[in-house]
C-alpha cells in the first residue's frame, strides 16, 4: 500500500505564493510520473501539471509561467511552486503518482488535497 501526503495549501491574497509538497511512503519501488491536479467547486477536476522521472514537465496552458512542478526522487516527493495567484487559482489540489510497487504492479495513487485559497 502507498499513501500520498500533501502539505502548504492556505488562504493567500492575489498576486502571493504558494508551495504545495505532496509526499509518499509505503510499498515503494520506483515512481514513475508525478503531477498536480486541482478541482474548483461545481467543475470537473483539472491536470495543472505534470513531471516525468526524468523531469520533463507538462503544464495546463492557464498555469503556464506561473507555476513550477519539480520532484526529489531520493525523497519521493512532489512540489508544486505557485507564483501570482489569482482568485482562479482557488481549489482543492490533489497529488497523483503512478508508483511501481514492491510487488511488481503498477498503480495510481492520490493525495487526501489541499484547499488552495486566493482571497483579498
Known amino acids: 500500500q502507498v499513501q500520498l501526503v500533501e502539505s502548504g495549501g492556505g488562504l493567500v491574497q492575489p498576486g502571493g505564493s504558494l508551495r504545495l509538497s505532496c509526499v509518499a511512503s509505503?510499498?515503494?519501488?520506483?515512481?514513475?510520473?508525478m503531477g498536480w491536479y486541482r478541482q474548483a467547486p461545481g467543475k470537473q477536476r483539472e491536470l495543472v501539471a505534470t513531471?516525468?522521472?526524468?523531469?520533463?514537465?507538462n503544464y495546463a496552458d492557464s498555469v503556464k509561467g506561473q507555476f513550477t512542478i519539480s520532484r526529489d526522487n531520493a525523497k519521493n516527493t512532489v512540489y508544486l511552486q505557485m507564483d501570482s495567484l489569482k482568485p482562479e487559482d482557488t481549489a482543492v489540489y490533489y497529488c497523483?503518482?503512478?508508483?511501481?510497487?514492491?510487488?511488481?504492479?503498477?498503480?495510481?495513487?492520490w493525495g487526501q488535497g489541499t484547499q488552495v485559497t486566493v482571497s483579498s
Open positions: 497523483n503518482m503512478k508508483v511501481l510497487s514492491l510487488g511488481g504492479n503498477i498503480n495510481d495513487y
Open positions: 509505503g510499498s515503494i519501488f520506483r515512481i514513475n510520473a
Open positions: 513531471i516525468s522521472r526524468g523531469g520533463s514537465t
